[in-house]
C-alpha cells in the first residue's frame, strides 16, 4: 500500500516562507513524476510545480521566481520551497505522485493535503 503525507503548512505573513515536505511509503518500486497542487476555495484545484524523476521542473506563471519544487529521490520525498508568499497563495496544498509499487503498474497517487494561510 502506498501512501503521500504533506507536511509544513501553516499561517505566515504576506511575504514569509514555508517550506511542504510529501514523503512517499509503501511498497515502492519506483516514483516517476511528482507534483504539488493546490485548491482554494471555490476553484478548481491547480498545478503548482512539477517535477521529473530526472530532476526536470515545470511550473505555473503565478509562482514562478517565487516557488522551488525538489526532490530527494533516496527518500521519496518531493519539497516545495515558497518564498514571498502572498495571501493569493492561500489554499490547500495536495502532492501528487506517479508511483509504481512492488506489486501493480504505475498509478497516480494523492497525498491528504495541507492548509498554507498567507495573511495580510
Known amino acids: 500500500q502506498v501512501q503521500l503525507v504533506e507536511s509544513g503548512g501553516g499561517l505566515v505573513q504576506a511575504g514569509g516562507s514555508l517550506r511542504l515536505s510529501c514523503a512517499a511509503s509503501?511498497?515502492?518500486?519506483?516514483?516517476?513524476?511528482m507534483g504539488w497542487y493546490r485548491q482554494a476555495p471555490g476553484k478548481q484545484r491547480e498545478l503548482v510545480a512539477d517535477?521529473?524523476?530526472?530532476?526536470?521542473?515545470n511550473y505555473a506563471d503565478s509562482v514562478k521566481g517565487r516557488f522551488t519544487i525538489s526532490r530527494d529521490n533516496a527518500k521519496n520525498t518531493v519539497y516545495l520551497q515558497m518564498n514571498s508568499l502572498k495571501p493569493e497563495d492561500t489554499a490547500v496544498y495536495y502532492c501528487?505522485?506517479?508511483?509504481?509499487?512492488?506489486?501493480?503498474?504505475?498509478?497516480?497517487?494523492w497525498g491528504q493535503g495541507t492548509q498554507v494561510t498567507v495573511s495580510s
Open positions: 517535477i521529473t524523476s530526472g530532476g526536470s521542473t
Open positions: 509503501g511498497s515502492i518500486f519506483s516514483i516517476n513524476n
Open positions: 501528487k505522485g506517479r508511483i509504481l509499487p512492488y506489486s501493480g503498474s504505475f498509478l497516480w497517487y
